[in-house]
């Protein structure tokens, strides 16, 4: 099973559509959790930390459900500028580094 | 403040030669990490820096890849002998404890072996 998993998509919605991004790792020690986005050819940027008790940052909600080691992010009135790959990242590598999926791309059109 | 900068920006070399990529973390980041990225692929963890000590450079892809930080601060990669599988984006990140914070990323470095 690999550490972290992510449907790679592409997910193609319209403008002002909700869209929902799941994510399983592995580790059931892992005790961080976060989203990032990555645009084309940028470096990733944290997008929100992942509680165990769920948290939202405007148009945006992540969960967490450590029972089922899955994270979920909600993106509600979807913009074109939200058009990136999402990257779900876990912490608890070996060597305290974060371990990355391989991202699901988004793609929101007009 | 100040992000995490890498340099060059851009590097094109031959087969064969030798590379330096450069990482300036955020001040106060005591972790530092490698990180490379293939074209449409995802992230290939390298190795990890708290302080200036490297715990495991297992993740190193072969011994041609040195790491080394110094004063706690910058950091620089270097491949020797350059190869044409080695041509990614070498991303640097950031963090101000180890063991799963959040990391900040530099815009990293497209090294292009030709």
């Known amino acids: 099973r690999k550490e972290v998993e992510q449907d790679p998509g592409p997910f193609n919605v319209p403008e002002g559509a909700t869209v929902a991004f799941n994510c399983t790792y592995s580790n059931s020690a892992s005790q961080s959790f976060f989203w990032y986005r990555q645009d084309c050819r940028k470096e990733p940027k944290l997008l929100m930390s992942?509680?165990?008790s769920g948290n939202e940052d405007g148009r945006f909600t992540a969960q967490l459900n450590r029972a089922s080691q899955y994270i979920s992010l909600l993106i509600r009135d979807s913009k074109l500028s939200d058009s990136a790959t999402y990257l779900c990242v876990v912490g608890g590598g070996s060597q305290g580094n974060l371990i990355f999926g391989k991202g699901t791309k988004l793609s929101v059109k007009p | 403040g100040a992000g995490v900068s890498q340099s060059p920006s851009n590097k094109v070399t031959e087969k064969g030669k030798d590379v330096e990529l450069r990482c300036d973390p955020i001040s106060g980041h005591t972790a530092l990490y490698w990180y490379r990225q293939s074209l449409g692929q995802g992230l290939e963890f390298l190795i990890y820096?708290?302080?200036?000590?490297?715990?495991?450079k297992s993740g190193l892809p072969s011994d041609r890849f040195s790491a080394e930080r110094t004063g706690g601060s910058v950091s620089t990669l270097t491949i020797q002998r350059t190869q044409q599988e080695d041509s990614a984006v070498y991303l640097c990140?950031?963090?101000?404890?180890?063991?799963?914070?959040?990391?900040?990323f530099g815009p990293g470095t497209r090294l292009t072996v030709t």
């Open positions: 820096f708290q302080g200036n000590s490297a715990p495991d």
């Open positions: 990140a950031s963090s101000l404890r180890p063991a799963g914070y959040e990391q900040y």
């Open positions: 992942v509680y165990s």
